[in-house]
T-cell receptor, first 113, second 114 residues
Framework: AQSVTQLGSHVSVSEGALVLLRCNYSSSVPPYLFWYVQYPNQGLQLLLKYTSAATLVKGINGFEAEFKKSETSFHLTKPSAHMSDAAEYFCAVTTSGTYKYIFGTGTRLKVLA | ETGVTQTPRHLVMGMTNKKSLKCEQHLGHNAMYWYKQSAKKPLELMFVYSLEERVENNSVPSRFSPECPNSSHLFLHLHTLQPEDSALYLC?????????????FGQGTRLTVV
């Protein structure tokens, strides 16, 4: 069975500060990992994905994430927060052939002026 | 149009009504999904179709009835819903291939049951 845990349902950072959103996964087979962003009353938009190639993955809007197998983590970072980054972020895991995406409970990011 | 399109964007229905949600994907994907997103709950996978065949049904009440007439279209038929069914319903699609496993989501339908 697979699972995803996002630590911190709410995170606040100042504009220009580092953004760190945490995601830990559990999977008995090699996972594929994703980060999605959701703005109010919108669908989920893919930020970045890990598919067993490079462990450091760069995505859109300046976000990146590092896959650490030893820590079963896939934390999302951005060096400098922008007001437009305020949204809800979801970590997700799947494996090939399962047609099953398991999502975390989400982290709402607030950016303070 | 590109991507995944859901209609309507908003829907208010009474508990005795029958309505349908529509999803259309223009990505050439071979799998489509319905998710339910309620406040303060994780996304709940409701149904999965692969090549127009249902491959997953997560103990969803029978008042929700999916239909996948072809690989580009997915419907969710609703009847005699309950107020607790009010939520954002998200459609997604994906392509089962070695390096392109990400799901693409539509904008969602905000459903309110009164």
């Amino acid at each position: 069975a697979q699972s995803v845990t996002q630590l911190g349902s709410h995170v606040s950072v100042s504009e220009g500060a580092l953004v760190l959103l945490r995601c830990n996964y559990s999977s008995s087979v090699p996972p594929y990992l994703f980060w999605y962003v959701q703005y109010p009353n919108q669908g989920l938009q893919l930020l970045l994905k890990y598919t067993s190639a490079a462990t450091l993955v760069k995505g859109i809007n300046g976000f990146e994430a590092e896959f650490k197998k030893s820590e079963t983590s896939f934390h999302l970072t951005k060096p400098s927060a922008h007001m437009s980054d305020a949204a809800e972020y979801f970590c997700a895991v799947t494996t090939s052939g399962t047609y099953k995406y398991i999502f975390g409970t989400g982290t709402r990011l607030k950016v303070l002026a | 149009e590109t991507g995944v399109t859901q209609t309507p964007r908003h829907l208010v229905m009474g508990m005795t009504n029958k309505k349908s949600l529509k999803c259309e994907q223009h990505l050439g994907h071979n799998a489509m999904y319905w998710y339910k997103q309620s406040a303060k709950k994780p996304l709940e996978l409701m149904f999965v179709y692969s090549l127009e065949e249902r491959v997953e049904n997560n103990s969803v009440p029978s008042r929700f009835s999916p239909e996948c007439p072809n690989s580009s279209h997915l419907f969710l038929h609703l009847h005699t819903l309950q107020p607790e069914d009010s939520a954002l319903y998200l459609c997604a699609s994906s392509q089962e291939s070695s390096q392109q496993l990400e799901a693409f989501f539509g904008q969602g339908t905000r459903l309110t049951v009164v």
